[in-house]
């Protein structure tokens, strides 16, 4: 080997040596507790991440970042809540730091009440912008620094990044100012004091739950744009080395630094994209991305058919997937026809049956495949939520007395 190669040999291993990288992951929505139609969906949940958790010890991430909705009710069961904690835990395992913000389906209050004890696993829970973390740990990655609204976590070597933390800017926070501010402005105003303790020097984040101008928004979303009022221009990002989001459920991105993560699975059927976490590498000067496939949860297919024949064999071939069938018939389809297309995919979990009246216009009927899943899908549509099991109970004692 001639001098020159040993010489670059060495110069690479003291710079791998010397300047060390921090690997920073970014994950949002993951509304452990959400069902489709009437199938639990805990068990992917689980699945998604417990994935997350074998990429943070493969790829030697240092800090995770949790961009909102983590359940997805205000009242989540006490299996979600144990699904959650454990996650969060092994997250942060015996070195990381994770730091985790409220989403707009998330009760902010509830879920930074156990900050204190959170702080000592390493995990940092910001239920509104005001909120200050405790400080210090013999952990390797803790906080050692924060104020409202903003965090500073270092390692043991000594490098360090600065989180602007914003949670969701919920209705009753807004109202409370009474000011004649446009939305954008109070979030300029809300990023500006969470902005209080950066001087430079370090990696330079903001992490929050909104809904940026021009952002693809899925059907598993509820009225996240409210008609653009609540919509945020990408410029009101400028200034911040990464923006970690959670809000949107299809991964994407504005530019190369302003990032949806996108949910933990699939929970709409026009949520089509690869599901995924990003990968940060900063070395304190410079932030890459890397996006990394998530691969737990079934799929959702949405398939269309015009013969009840040919869509039993087509649903043979998404064996293992949740679908959605729309039948486009000439005549209403039979009894037998139902139990044939039941029989043939126990993943059908909605059937949309079109068929052409007496004058010719379109009649359409949607067939769940049980009362319960019909009373589910309805109270769904109206209310944007799923009804409690004791309501559902009800509406089906109610149907049997009137039967």
Known sequence: MCIRDRALRVSRYFFTVIFFIMNILHTSDWHIGKRLMDRERLPEQIAALDEIVRICETRDVDLVLVAGDVFDTFMPSADAEEVFFRAVKRMAGQ???????????????????????????????????RDVMPMGGARGVHAVASGEGYVVIGNERGEQVYINALPYPNEARLKEEKTEESYTDKLRRYIARGEAGFSGGMPHLLLSHLFVAGGSVSESERDIDLGGARAVPPALFDGFDYVALGHLHKPQKFGERVRYSGSLLQYSFDEQAKKQVVLLHTDGTDISCEEI???????LVRLEEEDAERAAELLRQYEGAFVELTLRL???????????????????????????GAEGLPVVRRSTLSDKELFREYYRSVYGEDPADDLVTAFLELLEEEA
């Open 293 to 299: 496939p998530l691969t737990a949860g079934k799929r």
């Open 330 to 356: 000439k005549a209403p389809l039979t009894s037998s026809e139902t139990q044939m297309l039941r029989a043939a995919n126990e993943g059908l979990v909605s059937l949309i049956v079109r068929t052409q």
């Open 95 to 129: 070195r990381r730091a994770v730091v985790l913000i409220s989403g707009n389906h998330d009760d902010g209050v509830r879920l930074a009440a156990s900050a204190p004890l959170a702080a000592e696993e390493g995990i940092y829970l910001f239920g509104s912008g």
